[in-house]
């Protein structure tokens, strides 16, 4: 098995993959081994191409969660409607939240590079959703493509009684903050930060804010370049 591994960080290093990479990479998608599966899928990451492409098709579907999650992932660097459509599936039909969760965000990473209009099918697909790490990961697309109310929605979770989601959502802040929404968001994770106790989600909080001054003047200097 070690050999396999070997081979697959051989192929990692390079910049560019050739043919024979990618029939190597196909080959070990169909590997009996979950983890040499999983390994093809986050390989796959940056290099996705048409034939990256089809072996990700293959794996999306695969009878193994972790494989199916780093599948959705690496597909989020796609230009394809076809890859938008099987995203949408798995956002709908997948069995596990977390497959679910991933495949969201790799259709809005998508849909706003190549200008797609999917906010009805999030609306939609929203309301029938339960799981709330995936409900947020939902707010997150939603804002992403223009609905702009929904920042509200993901602030408000800030004060989720669970922990792992309050640490998601503050992650999830720091991925869309911008020059419009700074002071919103700051003021929010400053206002959490004074009732927060438990310390994986102080230190996110902590580590954000103190990059402050930094995200300021990166928006003085954005401003004076409009």
Request: net charge negative; with cysteine; glycine share 2%.
């Amino acid at each position: 098995m070690e050999k396999y591994f070997n081979k697959l960080d051989e192929i990692e290093e390079k910049e560019e993959f050739n043919e024979y990479d990618f029939e190597v990479l196909k080959y070990f998608s169909r590997n009996s081994n979950s983890d040499v599966r999983c390994r093809v899928a986050e390989i796959l990451f940056s290099k996705v191409n048409k034939e990256g492409e089809e072996i990700l098709i293959n794996l999306i579907d695969d009878k193994n969660e972790l494989v199916r999650i780093n599948a959705c992932d690496s597909l989020c660097s796609s230009n394809s409607q076809k890859i938008l459509q099987l995203l949408k599936s798995k956002v709908l039909e997948d069995k596990s939240y977390l497959v679910r969760g991933y495949a969201l965000v790799s259709i809005s990473e998508i849909a706003v590079r190549i200008n797609h209009d999917i906010r009805e099918f999030l609306i939609c697909a929203l309301e029938k959703e339960e799981v709330k790490w995936v409900k947020i990961n939902f707010y997150k697309a939603l804002y992403m493509v223009g609905e702009t109310t929904y920042l509200k929605l993901l602030i408000e979770e800030l004060n989720n009684e669970y922990h792992g989601i309050r640490c998601a959502v503050v992650n999830i802040l720091t991925e869309i903050i911008s020059r419009e929404n700074l002071e919103v968001i700051m003021k929010a994770l400053k206002k959490r930060l004074k009732v927060e106790e438990v310390m994986s989600v102080k230190t996110e909080i902590e580590d954000f804010i103190a990059l402050e001054p930094v995200v300021l003047e990166h928006k003085r200097t954005s401003m004076k370049t409009l």
